[in-house]
């Protein structure tokens, strides 16, 4: 940790503990997508299983300034609070287990904010778990507390531009070569079919077939989650 980390996580500390989260939440603002990640890396890294105490402090403050209507920077804050916490999950998936304090926490915590995310911020935690599941064949544990109701919600976002980018980042399989325009209920549809589509590992399949099966699907959806379900039990 740089001096300046440590500076700011002390000021952090102290706000947490005068219960300033307005004021921390503008603090938050004020910092790179860089820093914030950072922030959460250093905290979920610690060895201790109650290490999630500073992450929970900037949740708090991202989402006091949802709540006090400056919605944009609320957004930016715990969008990159989420992705972040998501990223160390996916890290630590083989020892990642939903009996762990931090990652208990930190799940039931994502689930809580995610009302308050915005359409770009869902898109990208929604797209790193799916990318974690392509990779590896498993959904972390904690994650299956919040991918069901970040599914649904996925779906409910109105339409939205999908960069090269976002292609890269495995959001969309265009072969345009441009931006296109996609609705949450495609790329929703997209995740599933991405999810169905890809490897499972063994360990993991109960879990995977849980979270989907908790997810609102269309009759296609279910039938083809269902179908995916009984290959994995053939083999």
């Known amino acids: 940790m740089t001096s300046e980390e440590a500076v700011l996580a002390d000021q952090i500390a102290q706000l947490g503990r005068e219960k300033a989260f307005y004021e921390l939440g503008v603090l938050l603002a004020k910092q790179t997508e860089a820093t ?23 949740f708090k403050g991202g989402s006091a300034l949802a709540e006090r209507g400056q919605t ?41 904010v995610l009302p308050q995310l915005g359409p770009r911020s869902i898109i990208d935690v929604a797209f790193r ?9 498993s959904l972390p544990a904690p994650c299956t507390n919040f991918v069901p109701m970040l599914l649904d919600t996925l779906g409910a976002i109105g339409a939205v531009e999908i960069t090269s980018a976002d292609m890269r980042a495995g959001v969309d399989d ?17 995740w599933i079919e991405s999810a169905c589509t890809c490897k499972w590992h063994a360990q993991a399949a109960v879990r995977i077939s849980a979270a989907l099966r ?3 699907l269309s009759a296609a959806q279910v039938e083809r989650v269902a179908g995916r379900v009984l290959r994995q039990l053939d083999h």
Do not use: F, H, M
Request: hydrophobic share 40%; glycine share 10%; with cysteine.
């Open 174 to 190: 265009s072969s345009s070569g441009g931006s296109v325009r996609r609705t949450g209920a495609e790329l929703k549809a997209y």
């Open 72 to 112: 944009q920077a609320g957004d930016t804050v715990l969008g990159a609070i989420s992705s972040a916490c998501v990223g160390q999950i996916c890290e630590d998936n083989s020892s990642a287990e939903p009996d762990v304090p931090k990652w208990a926490v930190i799940s039931d915590r994502l689930l809580g």
């Open 36 to 58: 914030l990640y950072q922030l959460v890396e250093d905290d979920l890294s610690r060895i201790e299983a109650a290490g999630a105490q500073q992450t929970l402090l900037l």
């Open 214 to 216: 908790e997810t609102a």
């Open 129 to 137: 778990v799916l990318a974690e599941l392509k990779t590896s064949g």
